[in-house]
């Protein structure tokens, strides 16, 4: 069965420091990887997504990189962290349906909350 | 602009009874459905999904509607259980689109079901 892990679950960090956050996926092969943001108040906010290693899309200019060293790794990244940059983000996987074929389930991982002072 | 809306941001009911929770989307283009049960401090799960070309879906006590026409959906819950107390997120996305890799979300609709 396919299974989804990230960390750290918690971070609180210094305004200006930098942040690296994992997620791996297992059981599956070329899996699509998502970023999303939940901040207060607010719905999910894709951040990032990758339908392939070195391959990411940005959804929103922010403060936040990217990146997919292998195929079910998915790291997202900042070299300062912003006091915006508070919130619970969390890490995603669907199974690649091909072109035009639309996205099917997202499976969640456990999320990290991240609280930037 | 907000192409998924969920205008209710909490909903209470009482064990037993039904609980209803709407979406509305404004995006013509989305042609596939899914709600997601949050509890907090966890990732989503999936909950039930709905293609554009029904109209109802159901799977044991959940059951969604689909009105095309009035760019809406709906989640019921019967009958609802202090267990299903979570937030509730709608999503939509495009099959057949360019945009096919991605989920929009509402903003989500927290139940608490009393017991």
């Known amino acids: 069965s396919q299974t989804i892990h990230q960390w750290p679950a918690t971070l609180v960090q210094p305004v200006g420091s930098p942040l690296s956050l994992e997620c791996t996926v297992e059981?599956?092969?070329?899996?699509?990887l998502y970023w999303y943001r939940q901040a207060a108040g607010r719905g999910l906010q894709l951040l990032f997504y990758s339908v392939g290693i070195g391959q990411i899309s940005s959804e929103v200019p922010q403060n936040l990189s990217a990146s997919r060293p292998q195929d079910r790794q998915f790291i997202l990244s900042s070299k300062k962290l912003l006091l915006s940059d508070s919130g619970f983000y969390l890490c995603?996987?669907?199974?690649?349906?091909?072109?035009?074929?639309?996205?099917?389930?997202?499976?969640f991982g456990e999320g990290s909350r991240l609280t930037v002072l | 602009d907000q192409q998924v809306k969920q205008n209710s941001p909490s909903l209470s009911v009482q064990e037993g009874r039904i609980s209803i929770l709407n979406c509305d989307y404004t995006n013509s283009m989305f042609d596939y459905f899914l709600w997601y049960k949050k509890y907090p401090a966890e990732g989503p799960t999936f909950l039930i999904s709905i293609s554009s070309i029904k109209d109802k879906n159901e799977d044991g006590r959940f059951t969604v509607f689909l009105n095309k026409s009035a760019k809406h959906l709906s989640l019921h819950i019967v009958p609802s259980q202090p267990g299903d107390s979570a937030v509730y997120f709608c999503a939509a996305s495009e099959r057949s689109g360019g945009s096919n890799y991605k989920l929009t979300f509402g903003k989500g609709t927290l139940l608490t079901v009393n017991p």
């Open positions: 059981g599956t092969s070329n899996p699509n």
């Open positions: 995603a996987w669907s199974v690649d349906r091909g072109p035009g074929k639309g996205t099917g389930e997202l499976f």
